[in-house]
Structures are given as C-alpha cells and as structure tokens.
C-alpha cells in the first residue's frame, strides 16, 4: 500500500514551590521544564536544534506538504485545540475521514509508543509513514506520482533551500523526505505543556477551589482509579521514564456480538497481535489539556468531558446495536471498580478543567507562520 514508505527513516509533579536549575541545553536547545520532569528520549540521529526546531514548525502549517497542497499536518492539530482537531474523524485532503480521533500532540516527545493502539511505531519519525503516505483512507496524501510534485512545491520556495541546507549541512540534497520527517519530528517534540492552573498550584503559585480540590483527592484515591491509567506527570501510562511495558486498555466501550468484539476496523491492539484478548485495547490519551480536546475516545464517539468520566463510572457503555460494552469479557477489570456518585464525577470534571495549558495555545512559538500572510 505504501512501497515507498521504506524510504522514511514521578508520579504526579512534586507540589513545592522550588524553582528547579533548567535542564542543560542540547546544543543551541533549551528544554523547559518544570521540576519532576526529565527531557524526554530523542534519537540520536535526530538532535534537537532551535533551527530544525522552526523548521519544522514551518513545514507543520504547511499545505504544499500534502499531495494536493489542500492540508497541512495542523489542520488536524490546530494549535487552539491543544494540537487535536475538534472533531470526531479528521478530514483529509480527498475528502475521506480518518478512521480514528486525532490525538493531541502536547508532550509527545514522551510517549512510548503513537496512534491509539499501534504499539510497534516508537518514534515520532516512524509514526509519521502514516498520515503523509497512508491510502485507506488518505490523510495528507502523498503517493509515488505525486512526491516529485510535492518535492517541487517545497523546492521552489527560497526560503526552504536555504534553511534545510543550514540545518543538514554537507548533505548533496539536504532537501529530502527524510529531512522534511526530521524536522517536523523535531517541532512535535518541541510542543511541551506543563504551564497548566493545576501546574501553578503545585508549585504554590495559584490556587484551585473547593470542588477542584476535591476532584484532585478523588483522582488520586483507589475508588475513582484514575492513577492507574493516568498517573505520570503527563496523566497517562505511557510516559518515558513512568511505568515499564507497554499498556493499552479496554474500557467497555463496545461488545457488538455479546462476545466482546469492537466494530471493524477499530478493534484495538488485536488489528496487530491477532490475539482475541486484545479487542477493544487501546492506549490511556493523556489527560492535559483533556478539556479543550473534545470529543473523546479512540472513534471520536463520547461528546463530552462529563459524559466521558461518566462511562468510566458507569463500567462502560451500552450502545444498544453495538452491545453493552459494561459486559464486555474483555474490559479491563478496574473500570469495574470504580465507585463515583455523579457528584463525584462532577468534581473530578472540575478538576480535569485545571489541566488546560493556556501558554500552549497562544504560544507565538508554536503558532503558524503562514498566517498574517493570509490577513
């Protein structure tokens, strides 16, 4: 489907109020990073650079980027949603809609593993084969015929010549596919969020009200489980440096057949073990920023914040046609013991409101470079 894609190369943050000495530069880099939090893994073959950094920045907002110059990488990642998309399925550049939710890309440099349950791509690198190249459906779509198009697009642009040739010097064509990878990988990297109200509690700079301290002692206490699934400083389990292995869940969304099953093509982790207990497994999102990032789930299919914390306290979801997901043989067994009154899950919503990051959404750093040229 894709011959050419060979080509592509603790606990919660510590509440005092101790300004930590910033993390040593990488180069011309800089990480910034609150106390509690180490730089994340980067590829040794792939080191950050400020340079590399706004030059992937550019090519992110970039449209000429995909095969028919209609989309860019942030028209699934805008930078107001917290770098998601604000719907259920994304539209790609022919038209069609993706198969799952677009995930917020904050602090990806972290994760173990991309997409919602593919637990082979370990790399921002890798994980890109996907949107650019893939065809059912097509996301950015780039294909063999029309890569040279693309390339051209991209190479006409002086400004492009000259900083992928200052970012990859001594290369013969230093503007290749897998430097324009390189880069972008680079600006995802670079989009960290850890400034949140809640951050500013912890290191005794702001203050949360009753109910929001109340959904905070709820998160953290055994009847609501949420630390199990959402426990490092980036509220999920599959942060660098947080928890071993590689967990996906299956929250009881689904059981169409009675016997569990999840509706094709999205069917978890068992897309690529095969294995039946895998149906309906799929990674723990981050929760930072969870209420700018609506709608929820790996289909885009739960509306809501509220609506969100109340299956999980109901045990699942009966979907009549799809089945009663709080049935499913499959779930995992903590969802079933979680006790929330919906008093409870109201202040735990409350709580989660906390952790939306206003620096990162108006950070000229982040923004898009093509916009007062669109004005």
Known sequence: MRPFAALLLAALLAACGREAPPPAPVGDWH?????????????????????????GRRLFYDKRLSGNGSVSCASCHPQ???????????????????????????????RKSYTWANYSLTTLE??????????????????????????ARLGSDPRYASEFA????????????ANIVKAIATFERGIVSFDSRYDRYQAGKAELSAAELRGLNLFRADKSQCLRCHGSPDFDDQMAGHGDGLPFHNIGLYNADGKGSYPFPNRGTLELSGKPADMGRFRSPSLRNVALTAPYMHDGSVATLE??????????????KLGDGRRNPWKDPA???????????ADIVAFLKTLSDETL???????????????
């Open 31 to 55: 990480w910034r990073l609150p106390p509690g939090v180490s730089p994340p893994p980067v590829p040794a073959d792939n080191p950050m650079s400020q340079a590399k950094f706004e030059l």
């Open 80 to 110: 107001a949603k917290a770098f998601s998309d604000g719907v259920a399925l994304s539209l790609g550049a022919t038209g069609e809609r993706t198969l799952r939710n677009a995930q917020p890309l904050a602090n990806a440099a972290w």
């Open 126 to 151: 890798r994980q890109m084969d996907g949107p650019l190249f893939r065809t059912e459906p097509v996301e950015m779509g780039i294909n063999d015929g029309n890569l040279p198009t693309v390339r």
């Open 166 to 177: 200052r970012v990859f010097p001594g290369e013969e064509k230093p503007l290749s596919l």
């Open 307 to 320: 609506d969100a914390v109340r299956i999980h306290a109901d045990g699942g979801r009966d979907n009549g």
């Open 335 to 345: 969802i079933g013991r979680i006790r929330l009154t919906p008093a409870e899950q």
């Open 361 to 375: 959404t108006r950070d000229p750093r982040l923004s898009d470079p093509f916009a007062a040229a669109r004005r």
